[in-house]
């Protein structure tokens, strides 16, 4: 591990202003995801912000029905909290489903969202890799790509996003709230805080450089329909997912398929015109992308996303 500074700052202000102003600084929160990047030499911060002092730890009902849950609050703390369980499930299903009870119990909300891909390649530093060396080229377009991305993904990079919290949060049309380098509060939705690869791979968000997700925006519960999270893995836990499908009335969002959490939006489409769900599920995965080693998951996703959508309409998962 290479040298490094740290603060640790109780102001949320001063910790946007210590990451923007210091070249190579990062945000530390629970550094599941960051910790091992920096022991492999993948991440190599010159200066580490702890903001485990914030004021964002708290879950909160908001004046139009949702929740807002901080960037603080840990994964095991917001899948348990009994405002998430009976009305938005879907999102403690998914966490739940996510690394093990250990990893949730230190891993964060905002932290959490912004996990880098598992690919083998990336975690490889003897391999090119576009996401760690711009340029460098991408090994898994003819290497192992059994776990590669079927939707959104370029001659760049095929890697997928791992988070399942952001899949639910996807199909729940959440928020995130953040604060810029200037001091400023925007929001951007869920769907929208994550980037396709296009030519920029190790470009993953569309957060500027120092701006710090201080919190998640839950819009009041849907009214009908049940909420489902699946997810398909090789073995029933310490595995990445292969696939994933959140379901919340007729919304649908797929992970691990994609660099980012995937809208379903032709098979939403496909609903409300009237289609079954199977119907519905192809639609989506008519443009699918099979690369060589990871087709399975088309069908894999068909199935899954059928049997959600299926057990949404009976209600289940409500």
Not at 110 to 118: K, V
Not at 289 to 311: H, P, S, W, Y
Request: aromatic fraction near 4%; glycine fraction near 10%.
């Amino acid at each position: 591990m290479r040298p490094f500074t740290y603060e640790r700052p109780t102001d949320i202000a001063a910790a946007v202003k210590a990451v923007a102003d210091t070249p190579g600084a990062k945000f530390l929160a629970g550094g599941t995801n960051l910790l091992d990047l920096m022991k492999l030499d993948i991440e190599q911060p010159a200066h580490l912000v702890d903001v485990n002092r914030l004021p964002l730890s708290a879950i909160e009902d908001t004046a139009e029905g949702g929740l807002r849950i901080g960037a603080m609050v840990t994964n095991s703390h917001l899948a348990a909290d009994a405002r998430v369980r009976a009305r938005y499930s879907v999102l403690t299903q998914a966490i739940v489903s996510g690394g093990s009870g250990q990893l949730r119990n230190k891993a964060t909300t905002g932290g959490n969202l912004l996990q880098r891909t598992r690919c083998a390649y990336f975690y490889d530093p003897s391999k090119p890799c576009n996401k760690r060396h711009p340029g460098s080229g991408c090994s898994a377009l003819e290497g192992l790509n059994r776990n590669s991305a079927i939707f959104g993904a370029s001659e760049a990079c095929i890697a997928t996003h791992p988070s399942d919290m952001a899949v639910a949060l996807t199909a729940l049309d959440a928020q995130v709230e953040t604060v810029t380098p200037q001091g400023a509060t925007r929001t951007l939705a869920v769907a929208d805080l994550h980037r396709l690869p296009g030519d920029t791979p190790h470009i993953e968000t569309n957060l500027a450089p120092g701006e710090l997700i201080a919190a998640v925006i839950l819009p009041p519960a849907a009214a009908a329909g049940g909420q489902i999270y699946h997810k398909a893995r090789d073995r029933a836990s310490y595995a990445g997912g292969l696939a994933s499908v959140a379901v919340v009335g007729t919304k649908v969002a797929f992970g691990a398929v994609a660099h980012k959490p995937w809208r379903a939006e032709k098979a939403e489409a496909a609903l409300a015109a009237g289609a079954s769900a199977v119907e519905a599920a192809h639609a989506e995965l008519a443009g699918a992308q099979d690369n060589g080693k990871n087709g399975f998951k088309i069908a894999l996703v068909a199935r899954m996303t059928a049997a959600a959508l299926d057990e949404a309409r009976q209600g289940r998962g409500a």
